[in-house]
């Protein structure tokens, strides 16, 4: 069950690191209380994720990662701190019992997770690899997905004016 032949090439080697530093960087954001320092340690998050699918080859998943997560979620997370009063006024008291449970829970989750993927039976075969995919990506969304990707471009502008308005409406009734 726990054959461990692992060869340790650079690419191991940098999977490794960067699934650490993805990880570091989610438990620091759940266990920072300052909310700037959250949104440090989920950009950090967001650029290991980012590396790991430059290691699978999708290099054009790994560019919007970067690009959307990166740069926009997370400096619209700072500007959002920002324009928002944040006194510590919410701080609960810690839960030792809970904590013990939820570790405990985890560590099972974690048990389980391990065991199904050393005894799953991944499919030898797979599709071959297109040259450019970033190309293909793109043939894909202009053609057999423009529909679908012209709908979630109308959504995100939607939601981006309904934020606008949300702000402007507090800003006018703090005033």
């Not at 320092?37 to 989920?42: D, P, Q």
């Not at 790991?52 to 740069?71: C, R």
């Not at 400096?75 to 920002?82: D, E, Y």
Request: charged share 15%; with cysteine.
């Amino acid at each position: 069950m726990f054959n461990f032949d692992i060869e340790f090439t650079g690419e191991f080697v940098a999977f490794f690191l960067l699934s650490v530093c993805a990880i570091v960087g989610a438990v620091l954001a759940i266990n920072f209380t300052k909310v700037v320092h959250t949104a440090l340690s989920i950009a950090f998050t967001f650029v290991s994720i980012a590396g790991l699918y430059v290691l699978l080859e999708a290099e054009f998943i790994a560019f919007v990662q970067v690009l959307l997560y990166v740069g926009a979620i997370t400096i619209l997370m700072i500007f959002g701190i920002m324009m928002t009063k944040h006194d510590g006024e919410g701080k609960e008291p810690g839960r030792p019992l809970l904590e013990t449970l939820a570790a405990i829970g985890c560590l099972c989750l974690f048990g389980i997770i391990f065991y199904g993927i050393r005894n799953a039976d991944f499919p030898t075969d797979s599709a071959p690899f297109v040259e450019d995919n970033t190309r293909e990506i793109g043939k894909l969304l202009f053609t057999q997905y423009a529909i679908p990707f012209e709908l979630v471009s109308v959504l995100l502008t939607v939601a981006f004016i309904g934020a606008i308005a949300l702000a402007k409406r507090e800003e006018e009734s703090s005033q």
